[in-house]
């Protein structure tokens, strides 16, 4: 079964950019790789695709996205028992991290990052519209908080999301603290 994954990942990444934040299943619907950004518009899509072929685990290539796509695709993962992996050399960064630490048995051989999260861009300097992105920040502040905090997230998550205004990738020990099983074959 491996062997066969690693021949589906080899074909997954040769993708180009352009069938970014994509699904593509494995023979069975057992396996689905998602590649490319989390975007808020394409996640009725992605429930939709995921909703139809029911798969049991999820290879994760992203650079992150919107973050209230990856909170509705993070909550998906959860409701739906699903397994989330990183393969070696690929990376879920930013708003992908949720959906990782979503998975039922999560595990990874490449790179989880995360950073802190920041308000969207306000138009000019005009004080309601940056205490409008404030409130909203902080709205989905306490929603990631709380649909973390469902998973049994480690409190070391937290403080990483929290206090790295620059991308912070984890150590492998924190990963070993992160993942629920130690190889891809527990799966």
């Given amino acids: 079964m491996r062997t066969i994954l690693l021949v589906m990942l080899l074909i997954f990444v040769s993708y180009s950019p352009l069938t970014a934040g994509k699904l593509k299943f494995s023979e069975g619907n057992e396996l689905v790789f998602f590649q490319g950004p989390i975007l808020l518009d394409e996640i009725d899509d992605i429930i939709s695709q995921l909703d139809e072929k029911k798969p049991k685990l999820i290879l994760l290539n992203s650079i992150g ?82 649909l973390l905090n469902s998973f049994g997230t480690p409190r070391f998550v937290f403080e990483r999301i929290f206090s790295s205004p620059n991308l912070y990738a984890f150590t492998k020990a924190e990963m070993a603290e992160l993942n629920t099983v130690s190889s891809l074959d527990e799966m």
Avoid at 85 to 90: E, N
Avoid at 100 to 116: D, K, P, W
């Fill in 65 to 146: 996205g919107n973050i209230l796509g990856a909170l509705r695709f993070a909550k998906y993962v959860r409701k739906n028992q699903m397994n989330t992996w990183i393969a070696h050399k690929q990376s879920c960064a930013s708003a992908c991290a949720l959906v990782f630490l979503a998975g039922t048995q999560r595990f990874s051989e490449g790179n989880l990052i995360v950073h802190q999260y920041l308000p969207p861009a306000a138009q000019g300097n005009e004080k309601i519209a940056m205490d409008a992105a404030w409130i909203s920040v902080q709205r989905i502040i306490g929603e990631t908080i709380t």
